[in-house]
């Protein structure tokens, strides 16, 4: 388990040896458009998750996930991705990615404001989850969040429902990360840095427009390999409402 900071600060790398390696922003923030590029780990990457997410604490937390599931060599990775309110999770979509994520970096990125949370891969937009709260589902808009990420061993159940394990001969398992860049609030002793001037914010109002749209389309017709609001198995009881809503 050990991080590097190499090249003057501007890249971190985390390694997986046995035990996992992570790192947290100094900084909460309350809404923001958070960018990170990263490079997977090359390979055998199989039993391992790099993670890459916003969260709060407690058992009600709010949390927004980019979870990237490793594989043997030559398979695809699979981007995991979900969204907490108030400690209910079970919101889970995947997707393969169009690229190679282990050649070179890639940019993934959230935009959270108060009328949606956007997941994008390179400025795609590949998921949206609305502020519905209008009809009753909420919706993470008061829980300053901070931005962590992490690399560990989940072989219990990363790859193909834990039926391929890490294979430790590889180790250690090392994912590469620079220019984080958080357009945000930053949350400090009870107030928002936003407060005084958000004019000057456009991120806080953006929203997809009829392209967005479009590519998101065109991403969960291609390329979403799971989507809960469709697996009609896991909730007998019916579809969580905001599937029939989104």
Sequence with gaps: MFSKILENGQLLTLSLDKTGSGF???????????????????????GTVTAY???????????????????????????????????KGNREQQFYLWFDPTKDFHTYSVLWNPQSIIFYVDGTPIREFKN???????????????IYSSLWNADDWATR???????????????????????????????SS??????????????LDTT??????????NYM??????????FPQGLPPECSLA
């Design 132 to 146: 519905l709260e209008s009809n009753g589902i909420a919706f993470p808009k008061s829980q300053p969040m901070w």
């Design 194 to 207: 936003c407060s005084s001037n958000s004019s000057s914010k456009s991120w806080l109002t953006q929203s």
């Design 53 to 87: 997410y916003l969260s709060s604490l407690g058992s009600a937390h709010d949390e927004i996930d980019f979870e990237f599931l490793g594989n043997l060599s030559g398979d695809p990775y699979i981007l995991h991705t979900n969204v907490f309110t108030q400690g």
């Design 161 to 191: 429902g834990g039926l391929v394990k890490t294979d430790w001969s590889q180790a250690p398992f090392t994912a590469s990360y620079r220019n984080f860049n958080a357009q945000a609030c930053i949350w400090s002793s009870g107030s």
């Design 225 to 234: 390999i799971y989507n809960y609001c469709t697996d009609t198995k896991r």
């Design 24 to 46: 947290r922003s100094k900084n909460q923030y309350l809404f923001g458009k958070i960018d990170m590029q990263l490079k997977l780990v090359p390979g055998n990457s199989a």
């Design 212 to 221: 967005g749209q479009a590519r998101i389309k065109w991403v969960q017709q």
